[in-house]
C-alpha cells in the first residue's frame, strides 16, 4: 500500500520561504509522478505543481510559476516544494499526490491521482 507523508509547513510571515517534504512509502517503482495540490476549506482543491522520475520533467500552475520549485530525491523516494516569497494568498493545506501513470502534464484532474497524503497547513500573515 502506498502512503504519502507531507511535512514542513506552518505558520510564516510574507516574503518568508518554506519547503515542503512529501515521502512516500510503499512503492513497487522507481518511476512514479507526483504532484503537489492546495486547498482552502469551501474551494476546489488546485493542482499546482508535478514531478515525474520517469524523465525529470516538471509542470507548474500559471498562479505559482516562479516561486515555486519542485524537486525529488529519487534515492529517498520524497519530493519536495520549495516555496519563496509567501504570499497571503499562498494560505492554504498542501497535499501531494501519487499519478496514476508515471508522467506530469498540465492536467491537475483529480481522477488521475490515486494515492493522497493528509497534508500540511501552510498560514501566511502579518
Known amino acids: 500500500q502506498v502512503q504519502l507523508v507531507e511535512s514542513g509547513g506552518g505558520s510564516v510571515q510574507p516574503g518568508e520561504s518554506l519547503r515542503l517534504s512529501c515521502l512516500a512509502s510503499g512503492l513497487s517503482s522507481p518511476y512514479y509522478a507526483i504532484a503537489w495540490f492546495r486547498q482552502t476549506p469551501g474551494k476546489e482543491r488546485e493542482g499546482i505543481s508535478c514531478?515525474?522520475?520517469?524523465?525529470?520533467?516538471?509542470t507548474y500552475s500559471d498562479d505559482v510559476k516562479g516561486r515555486f520549485t519542485i524537486s525529488a530525491d529519487k534515492a529517498r523516494n520524497t519530493v519536495y516544494l520549495q516555496i519563496d516569497n509567501l504570499e497571503p494568498e499562498d494560505t492554504a493545506t498542501y497535499y501531494c499526490?501519487?499519478?496514476?501513470?508515471?508522467?506530469?502534464?498540465?492536467?491537475?484532474?483529480?481522477?488521475?491521482?490515486?494515492?493522497w497524503g493528509q497534508g500540511t497547513h501552510i498560514a501566511v500573515s502579518s
Open positions: 514531478i515525474s522520475t520517469r524523465d525529470d520533467t516538471t
Open positions: 499526490a501519487l499519478k496514476r501513470h508515471e508522467l506530469c502534464s498540465n492536467n491537475y484532474m483529480l481522477g488521475l491521482f490515486g494515492s
